[in-house]
């Protein structure tokens, strides 16, 4: 996990509210990226970046947003159109984005819809 | 089409007893493949890689990974399984495009009892 940080640890939301995770890397890497996690599902990827300004939408970006306003800063928005927002968001990334770099991935955030 | 398959949901095995944990991939073209480890409310952790040479690749923690392209399969492999490998085990592929765009596994439980 080491030089990726993501915030809170855990998160509580109410229906229909807006909420923002964080996720801070160190590693001066290029390419950023979210990844939602469901019990025997595996990772689904929502968002992804691989230059500041710029990003793309994963498989699963309807009810998301994202932003790269910074090259160490990818923070993920799960708006109140997500009908399922309650999952494992983990955020990633590599040193240039191509398909040989290896990914590295942060702690994670639990986010539960009360 | 799923691009790659985990066959066990669980794979249960004795402390000192060899370990495997199957991978099997679809996709065309030359894949970049990996496998990571998740430990209970924790991020990925990065084991290996394959992504040309050798079809024997050697990781973290004593893993092994053998890349078999006739039977599109990267099967995770140790020879000595130990208690602290307990943990939930993912295989990745990349299809081998100039972007890095990861499709995970469903992932397979290990857990190696004393």
């Known amino acids: 996990d080491g030089g990726i940080t993501q915030s809170p640890k855990y998160l509580f939301r109410k229906e229909g509210q807006n909420v923002t995770l964080s996720c801070e890397q160190n590693?001066?890497?290029?390419?950023m990226y979210w990844y939602r996690q469901d019990p025997g599902q595996g990772l689904r990827l929502i968002y992804y970046s691989q230059i500041v300004n710029d990003f793309q939408k994963g498989d699963i970006a309807e009810g998301y947003s994202v932003s790269r306003e910074k090259k160490e800063s990818f923070p993920l928005t799960v708006t109140s159109a997500q009908k399922n927002p309650t999952a494992f968001y983990l955020c990633?990334?590599?040193?240039?984005?191509?398909?040989?770099?290896?990914?590295?991935f942060g702690p994670g955030t639990r986010l539960t819809v009360l | 089409a799923q691009s790659v398959a985990q066959p066990e949901d669980q794979v249960n095995v004795a402390e000192g007893n060899p370990l495997t944990v199957k991978c099997t991939y679809s996709?065309?073209?030359?894949?970049?493949l990996f496998w990571y480890v998740q430990y209970p409310n924790r991020g990925l952790q990065f084991l290996l890689k394959y992504i040309t040479g050798d079809n024997l690749v050697k990781g973290s923690y004593g893993f092994e990974a053998e890349f078999n392209k006739s039977q599109t399969s990267f099967h995770l492999k140790k020879p000595s399984a130990l208690v602290s490998d307990s943990a939930l085990y993912f295989c990745?592929?990349?299809?081998?495009?100039?972007?890095?765009?990861?499709?995970f596994g469903r992932g397979t439980q290990l857990t190696v009892w004393p």
């Open positions: 590693l001066n890497h290029d390419a």
């Open positions: 990745a592929v990349d299809r081998g495009s100039t972007l890095g765009r990861l499709y």
């Open positions: 996709v065309s073209g030359n894949p970049y």
């Open positions: 990633a990334s590599s040193m240039t984005g191509d398909a040989t770099d290896t990914q590295y």
